[in-house]
């Protein structure tokens, strides 16, 4: 079954690295995996250049076949997981990468807590590629934005959070903009592909064809917040990051103008899943951890600083 896995995941990767970091073992040992496959088999699946790898005919049709039994197997997993009580076997929990460092220490905590005999397995991705790994049954469910807009999966909205603007101390007190003026203010966004980059956008009324060319970008809110403490300009992060957020920066907080820009945080997963039931008191758990969250991000922001 491992050589399955193995195989799969280099199929759809296309890549004997990336495919062994999502199979956790090292590219060599995974080359030798696929080896052993082609011998079994009988005849080469993967043709191998120095940049990239491609499937061979047979391995094309012995992929899809692989990708069908995978599925099977992990479907199969999923109800013998759903007979037991308590809650155990492995949770394959995907999250967003503006969610999961504020919300996972504090959910894996409480969840060894509360369902000892549970395994979590955390991934972090951007919302995309969580539904990918979703869809193919890769992941059980996943922390997104909402809505996802996914026929197939059940959508269960957990807290609202507003955006919090973070600006130069040298800027405390200051009248805080409007909308459609923090862009020219040197607004710092997320990288293509994140959903907050858009949600941000949206509230500065900016398409993302319209947003400058010249607007910086960085792949983690700790990048965007350190270069706010260096001057280099303004940002906007949830409130649940503002408690790891600003340990190490010298910034200046303030809460924007009604209508406040805010997203919701919800969990999803297939409406098929045998496991509907726990991962719906898992989502309960989530909840409370983001309430409380808020309520400590209240602390960080000033009464004055509320616009």
């Known amino acids: 079954m491992k050589h399955l896995r193995y195989f799969d995941a280099l199929a759809r990767l296309g890549h004997f690295g990336r495919a062994a970091e999502e199979c956790a073992i090292s590219q060599p040992a995974l080359s ?56 155990m076997g492995q949770l394959r929990l995907g999250a967003i990468p503006t969610v999961a460092p504020y919300l996972l220490p504090a959910l894996v905590a409480e969840l060894a807590q509360t369902y000892p005999g549970l395994d979590l397995r955390p991934r972090e991705a951007i919302t995309q590629k969580l539904l990918e790994d979703i869809m193919d049954g890769r992941l059980d469910a996943a922390i997104v934005a909402l809505p996802v807009s996914e026929a197939s999966l059940h959508e269960m909205p957990l807290f609202e959070e507003e955006f919090v603007l973070v600006r130069p101390p040298a800027d405390a007190g200051k009248p805080v903009p409007a909308a459609d003026k923090l862009w020219q203010m040197r607004l710092l966004l997320l990288e293509e592909g994140h959903c907050f980059r858009e949600q941000a956008l949206a509230f500065c009324k900016l398409s993302a064809a319209e947003a400058p060319h010249n607007m910086m970008e960085g792949s983690s809110l700790s990048t965007l917040v ?11 992060v949830p409130e649940m990051a503002l408690g790891v957020e600003t340990r190490s920066a010298r910034i200046a907080l303030a809460r924007l103008a009604s209508p406040r820009p805010s997203r919701t945080i919800g969990m999803i997963w297939r409406r098929s899943h045998p496991l509907a039931g726990e991962l719906q008191a898992v989502g309960g758990i989530v909840r409370r951890i983001g ?11 000033q009464p004055d600083s509320d616009a």
């Open 291 to 301: 309430e409380d969250m808020r309520q400590c991000a209240a602390g960080f922001l």
């Open 32 to 87: 030798v995996q696929i080896k052993e496959m082609e011998d079994l088999v009988g005849s080469p699946l993967v043709e191998r250049t120095p940049r990239q790898i491609r499937l061979t005919a047979l391995g094309e049709a012995f992929a899809t076949q692989v990708h069908e039994i995978l599925r099977s197997v992990d479907a199969l997993e999923d109800l013998v997981r759903a007979a037991r009580a308590p809650f």
């Open 226 to 236: 350190q270069m706010v403490g260096a001057g280099i300009g303004i940002t906007l």
